[in-house]
């Protein structure tokens, strides 16, 4: 059997990170999770997770964004799927956002986590 593709998850709070690879997982997905968006970033320069899709939440903290997280990550690989987390940012995806990427508000149920990354992946398949 195939290794489970690799995402990318960046989400500040805990309980959320641990429902999110939860989610992921019944999937079919592997979460390779971190908590700021400059860990992201070195993860993702990194290379060697190999991360196939970005799942991160929009409002993190002190650092950088999701959507300036999202920004750099597409410098570098132009088609990188991203999916955005927010609960009250949704109304800025339309001006932040990066083209063709998904947002899903929060609360969402597990499965429309999966679903999301799944579209993403099969639309660049």
């Given at each position: 059997m195939s290794n489970p593709?690799?995402?990318l998850v960046v989400e500040d709070e805990a309980l959320i990170c641990s429902f999110i690879e939860d989610a992921l997982s019944d999937g079919g997905f592997e979460a390779c999770s971190v908590h700021s968006g400059e860990a992201a970033m070195s993860t993702f320069r990194?290379?060697?997770k190999q991360c196939r899709a970005l799942l991160t939440d929009v409002n993190l903290g002190d650092g950088i964004s999701g959507w300036e997280l999202a920004r750099?990550?597409?410098e570098i690989t132009p088609?990188?799927?991203v999916v955005y987390m927010t609960s009250a940012s949704a109304p800025d995806w339309k001006s932040q956002g990066v083209d063709g990427s998904l947002l899903i508000e929060?609360?969402?149920a597990p499965a429309q986590l999966a679903a999301a990354v799944s579209q993403l992946l099969d639309?660049?398949?």
């Amino acid at each position: 059997m195939s290794n489970p593709l690799r995402v990318l998850v960046v989400e500040d709070e805990a309980l959320i990170c641990s429902f999110i690879e939860d989610a992921l997982s019944d999937g079919g997905f592997e979460a390779c999770s971190v908590h700021s968006g400059e860990a992201a970033m070195s993860t993702f320069r990194d290379g060697r997770k190999q991360c196939r899709a970005l799942l991160t939440d929009v409002n993190l903290g002190d650092g950088i964004s999701g959507w300036e997280l999202a920004r750099k990550i597409r410098e570098i690989t132009p088609d990188f799927p991203v999916v955005y987390m927010t609960s009250a940012s949704a109304p800025d995806w339309k001006s932040q956002g990066v083209d063709g990427s998904l947002l899903i508000e929060k609360p969402f149920a597990p499965a429309q986590l999966a679903a999301a990354v799944s579209q993403l992946l099969d639309t660049r398949a």
